[in-house]
Nanobody, 112 residues
């Protein structure tokens, strides 16, 4: 059974940083691309960042480019999202996603 559990969210002020983590299990982690997707209530999901199985190729939404960094540790089956210079518009529930499987999200709230 595929299990994905995101953690690391919280309430921060604009300009602060957070590091999200995702613990993965139940599949051969290193063989799968992974994504971070965020969603605000009442709006559709937004793909924030994506990384290939080997970690060589990454993608970022224009809204987070230059501020967020995705990474993975295949030995530990962990996915990360380093979020710097956070803005109020980054407020959302963040999910790690792989192969159509969504884990439990972690809430990020950016507010002064």
């Amino acid at each position: 059974e595929v299990q994905l559990q995101a953690s690391g969210g919280g309430l921060v002020r604009p300009g602060d940083s957070l590091r999200l983590s995702c613990t993965a299990s139940g599949f051969t982690f290193g063989m799968y691309d992974m994504s971070w997707v965020r969603q605000v209530p009442g709006r559709g999901p937004e793909s924030v960042s994506h990384i290939t199985g080997g970690g060589v190729i990454t993608y970022y939404a224009d809204s987070v480019k230059g501020r967020f960094t995705i990474s993975r540790d295949n030995a530990k089956t962990m996915l990360y999202l380093q979020m710097n210079s956070l803005k109020p518009e980054d407020t959302a529930m963040y999910y790690c996603v792989s192969g159509g499987n969504w884990g439990q999200g972690t809430l990020v709230t950016v507010s002064s």
